[in-house]
């Protein structure tokens, strides 16, 4: 079993960045699959990025890409998401999330995910 704790956001005017980190306590974090999700109320909770075990491989939302960067360090069992260019829209609870050894699922799906952190808040004003 792997413990999430996402920390890092905040406030931030449009145009400006963000770097969330994701901090995984328990067992070996370089077994792990890991993603970024995000939520808004009332709405569904939609992929962000995805990074693979050794952190060789990414995926992004379309939303996202070439704006924010997926990476993870297995020395320090955390998984990092450096936001730049923020927009009003990217505002939501990000959480990050974890699935042991190999996937089932396609990597942009909720379902694909059996540990998830608390979340933190993203607040991007215009």
């Known amino acids: 079993q792997v413990q999430l704790v996402e920390s890092g956001g905040g406030l931030v005017q449009a145009g400006g960045s963000l770097r969330l980190s994701c901090a995984a306590s328990?067992?070996?974090?370089?077994?792990?699959?890991m993603a970024w999700f995000r939520q808004t109320p009332g709405k569904e909770r939609e992929f962000v990025a995805a990074?693979?075990?050794?952190?060789?491989?990414?995926y992004y939302a379309d939303s996202v890409k070439g704006r924010f960067t997926i990476s993870r360090d297995n020395a320090k069992n955390t998984m990092y998401l450096q936001m730049n260019s923020l927009k009003p829209e990217d505002t939501a609870v990000y959480y990050c999330?974890?699935?042991?050894?190999?996937?089932?699922?396609?990597?942009?799906?909720?379902?694909?995910?059996?540990?998830w952190g608390q979340g933190t808040q993203v607040t991007v004003s215009s």
């Open positions: 328990g067992r070996a974090f370089a077994d792990y699959y």
């Open positions: 999330a974890a699935k042991h050894g190999s996937l089932q699922l396609v990597p942009a799906s909720s379902g694909t995910y059996n540990y």
């Open positions: 990074v693979s075990w050794s952190g060789t491989s990414t």
